[in-house]
């Protein structure tokens, strides 16, 4: 999706909180019922949720909000973007009535060791879901 490399922010949250040669570290605060605008993920990435959230996902290019992922505390998922990206731009909304933060931690020092994206690998405390698979 090289076109849209320079259309869409390659920032995956609203604040930087720590960044050196290897990581970097990002966390996303969206406030009830908010929404974190088009954004775009260029390198492998691990995201970590220390509090319950609730929030859908949409696609560029996508009319519904087609993603679902439910947080408890605790929750990890890593996803491998791979040397060919970047992903999909998308947005996320809160579908909580609290706000919510979780955290981006970015691997920015080496090429990703797969040529494409992977599925997401997460442990047991949340789970993502893709509404567009239900029919």
């Known amino acids: 999706m090289t076109d849209a490399q320079g259309t869409y922010p390659p920032t995956p949250g609203d604040k930087l909180i720590f960044e050196n040669e290897r990581v970097r570290v990002w966390s996303m605060t969206i406030p009830a019922h908010g929404m974190f605008d088009y954004h775009q993920h260029f390198h492998d990435h691990v995201i970590l949720w220390p509090e319950n959230g609730h929030v859908q996902g949409q696609e560029l290019g996508d009319d519904d909000w087609s993603l679902e992922q439910v ?3 605790g929750y990890v998922a890593f ?54 698979n239900r029919y």
């Open 71 to 73: 947080a408890q505390p």
């Open 79 to 132: 996803k491998t973007v791979g040397s060919s990206g970047p992903l999909v731009p998308h947005r996320v909304r809160s579908l909580d009535d609290h706000a919510t933060t979780h955290y981006i931690i970015e691997l920015i020092s080496e090429e990703s060791p797969s040529a494409t994206d992977l599925p997401t690998v997460a442990n047991d405390l949340g789970k993502v879901t893709d509404l567009r």
